[in-house]
Nanobody, 127 residues
């Protein structure tokens, strides 16, 4: 059972990145998926989550209108499209899966004990 995140990098402010999170060993169909981030010295933040039942999303206020979460169950992959990146978006980004939580609950309680956590991918936004 594993989640593998990728797609991070060093970009300039205003740029875009798309993060991918591929699941292996289990099917994403049955899980609410989320993206979280943690910057040095800061607490983990729920960035965007997508519900397993109806695909309804949760977004942190700081990313609304700029980030979009999506899932492709056929590819067992969840994506985070990040546009208009800002230096404040710099962090390690993690994906997670949970069988029981809604997207709202998952995003609101980022310190929760999610069922599966992936390794992080670094996103650095700097000029």
């Amino acid at each position: 059972v594993q989640l593998q995140a990728s797609g991070g990098g060093l970009v300039q402010p205003g740029s875009s990145l798309r993060l991918s999170c591929v699941a292996s060993g289990f099917s994403l169909d049955y899980f609410t998926m989320g993206w979280f981030r943690q910057a040095p010295g800061k607490a983990r933040e729920g960035v965007a989550c997508i519900d397993k039942s109806d695909g309804s999303p949760y977004y942190a206020d700081s990313v609304k209108g700029r980030f979009t979460i999506s899932r492709d169950n056929a590819k067992n992959t969840v994506y985070l499209q990040m546009n208009s990146l800002e230096p404040e978006d710099t962090a390690v980004y993690y994906c997670a899966a949970d069988f029981t939580l809604t997207a709202q609950a998952m995003g609101t309680y980022p310190e929760g004990n999610m069922d599966v956590w992936g390794e992080g991918t670094q996103v650095t936004v700097s000029s």
